[in-house]
């Protein structure tokens, strides 16, 4: 509790600075949290070129699937060398054997780190065992964490919740618990979201309970959940005494949040027009016609939050479909249209589930 009141007074200067994880330097403590659909190759390359983080998560892959996986083809296993060297693979499964495999192969092509998806709370992943259901068996839970750390020599990430129970003692207790025994079974690092799984993303995250983590263990905590300006930071930060901070939606609705945080950058009133029409390019350039337009849509409620009249904006670029009206669409929104576009600090949050 001392080192945080004293210390991240200043916080732009303490989350731009570097960090060790496993004895690897990472540039400074912003992370793109793991985000599937949205935080694929495209996205994070826009992202990187406004730089500000420290580390690029990728959405979750299956464990299963990682060992045969091809890069040319897969949607989600798939990277550009030039950011390997700042990017974790995150991985969901519920078979220690098969997490370790994965993680191999994500090694041995030179990724930066592993993460092990425990929060992911979607019904489709915790009905076979994986995401968060893990945070109901705690045994296997721990076992996969140390078969992993046999596995590979990379720093070992683990993202996860509060747990299931929405009893605040017992979910904070709870979480303190796996988080030792997460550091114990050979972890490097945690990312925590201080959300029970039943709550998905729709009450408030509890930062004060990142503080009872931070407190258990002695490996870096990253905080996560509902950083929407960098106020926030400063917020989590004093609250909860944590080592950095993991930001998700937020880096979609505004891809220079990093370095609007780490490096004080403001932008021109033009960059919503440039971000979108990066974004086609961008997906064009790494997917093909029908998969680009299919995963801008997913961007684009999230995108749209940003706006004052975001539902508007959501519904006029939901509605091309294929990528020459997505273009024709945004133009017409930007510069032509007699709309006054209105941006926000903080997004709406209808539109960011
Ligand atoms: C569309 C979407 C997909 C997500 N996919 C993943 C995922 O693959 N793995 C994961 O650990 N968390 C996933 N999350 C959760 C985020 O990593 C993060 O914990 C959550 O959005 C809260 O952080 P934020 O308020 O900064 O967005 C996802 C969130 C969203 C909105």
Redesign the pocket.
Known sequence: MRRCFLYKDNYRDFLSAPIKIRGKEVKNRLFL??????GNVAFREMVAEFEGFGLLFT??CSAKAVPQENRNISNVFKWRDEELHYLVC?IFGAEPKAMALAAKRIEKEGFFGVDL?F??CAAAICKKGSGAALLKEPELAKNIVKEVRDAVSIPLFV?FRSGWYDNPIDAAMHAAKMAVMFEEAGADALVF?PRVAPDR?LRPPKWEHIKLIKEAISIPVFG????FEPADCKKMLNISGCDGI?????AVAKPWIFSTIANGFLPDNDIYQKTATRMITLLLKHYDERTAVKMFKKIVP?YSAGFKFGHSISKQLLRPDNSGEIYRVIDELFTKSSQNIETMERPNLHLF?
């Open positions: 949290a793991p985000m599937a659909g949205l959405g979750m995150q998806n929060g992911c993202k979201h993303r996560n959940g509902n950083i993991s930001i998700g939606r937020m999230y589930l």
